[in-house]
């Protein structure tokens, strides 16, 4: 087991462990050479024995390295020593979007628009480079204190799909918020990122995802099979156009939804600019 204090690649110090999720623990750490806070992420051990899961993850994390945008977090080294393998990142002081969205429920129509804008505009950065997320989901989205937004996990799922079925760990917090076509098996693309950030826009102006089941399984075959409920229904005074744009964001069918991130962020700006002058 990994314990605070200790010293990786004689540079990075780890502090006091901030959080876990399905491949890594998340430790607060220094850069003693920069004197600098860094989020350190280091691999459960499982991970760490598998050659192929290793190629991938480190073909991703240098993928996701060559991001520069404001709303992305950056990633700024990864590293293996005594079997541990590790990514650098930049350390976000904040609550992620899930936390906020459980503690206060939905959010301010304004506020969420804003949101979800910033995240398609650091989406779109990542699309342009070909790099996509696969993994949108609001446990992946921060909001700083200040009230910025950044998004981190670029790519990291691609590299831990495969080994999802090997290693066991259950990717129930993402399928939530999976397209139909990861749902049906398929590959994730530009359009899939479109309709997870659909989703995580629909859970913050109802409080609440549009699909619940007893299993991972039960909850990809809704969002392949059944309707999402309008949000217009659970939110008394839901803008008609915001209610338009989210609604095109989800299409089950491809050739409906937003063809590209673009498109979303830019009808989602046009939204705001109204909202604004009203």
Same mark, same amino acid.
């Given at each position: 087991?990994?314990?605070? =204090? ?5 540079? %990075?110090?780890? =502090? ?24 350190? +992420? ?5 991970? &760490? #024995?598998? /050659? ?10 240098? #993928? ?15 590293g293996e020593e005594d079997n541990i393998h590790y990514i650098i990142m930049e350390f976000v002081e904040g609550y992620t979007l899930k936390d906020i969205i459980l503690r206060e429920g939905r959010l301010r129509q304004i506020d969420?628009?804003?949101?979800? %804008? *910033?995240?398609?505009?650091? *989406? ?12 949108? +989901? /609001? ?17 990291? #799922?691609? @590299? ?25 098996? =398929? ?17 913050? *102006? ?6 619940? &089941?007893?299993?991972?399984?039960s909850v990809a075959l809704k969002h392949l099979q059944e309707d999402i409920i309008p949000p217009g229904k659970l939110v008394p005074g839901l803008s008609p156009g915001l209610g338009k744009i989210l609604k095109k964001a989800v299409? +089950?069918?491809?050739?409906?939804? %937003?063809? !590209? ?8 700006? &046009?939204?705001?600019? !109204? @909202?604004?002058?009203?």
């Amino acid at each position: 087991m990994i314990e605070s =204090g200790r010293l990786l690649g004689n540079r %990075y110090r780890l =502090g006091e462990k901030v959080g876990e999720g399905g491949m890594a623990r998340v430790f607060r750490g220094m850069d003693m050479k920069l004197n600098r806070p860094v989020a350190v +992420k280091v691999l459960y051990e499982q991970f &760490g #024995a598998d /050659p192929e899961f290793l190629r991938r993850f480190k073909q991703e994390a240098k #993928a996701a390295a060559k991001l520069s945008h404001p709303s992305i977090v950056n990633v700024y080294d990864e590293g293996e020593e005594d079997n541990i393998h590790y990514i650098i990142m930049e350390f976000v002081e904040g609550y992620t979007l899930k936390d906020i969205i459980l503690r206060e429920g939905r959010l301010r129509q304004i506020d969420a628009a804003q949101v979800v %804008y *910033l995240v398609c505009d650091a *989406l779109a950065s990542a699309h342009s480079q070909n790099i996509v997320h696969r993994d949108i +989901k /609001p446990q992946n989205i921060i909001i700083t204190p200040e009230g910025r937004v950044k998004v981190t996990d670029f790519g990291i #799922a691609r @590299a831990v799909s495969d080994a999802t079925i090997t290693h066991g760990r259950s990717l129930l917090g993402s399928v939530y918020y999976s397209s139909p076509e990861q749902a049906r098996g =398929g590959s994730a693309d530009r359009q899939s990122d479109i309709y997870s950030l659909g989703i995580v826009f629909y859970e913050m *102006l109802t409080g609440t995802v549009p699909f619940y &089941g007893e299993s991972p399984i039960s909850v990809a075959l809704k969002h392949l099979q059944e309707d999402i409920i309008p949000p217009g229904k659970l939110v008394p005074g839901l803008s008609p156009g915001l209610g338009k744009i989210l609604k095109k964001a989800v299409q +089950k069918d491809l050739n409906l939804r %937003y063809s !590209n991130i673009v498109q979303f962020r830019d009808d989602l700006d &046009g939204w705001l600019k !109204n @909202a604004e002058r009203s």
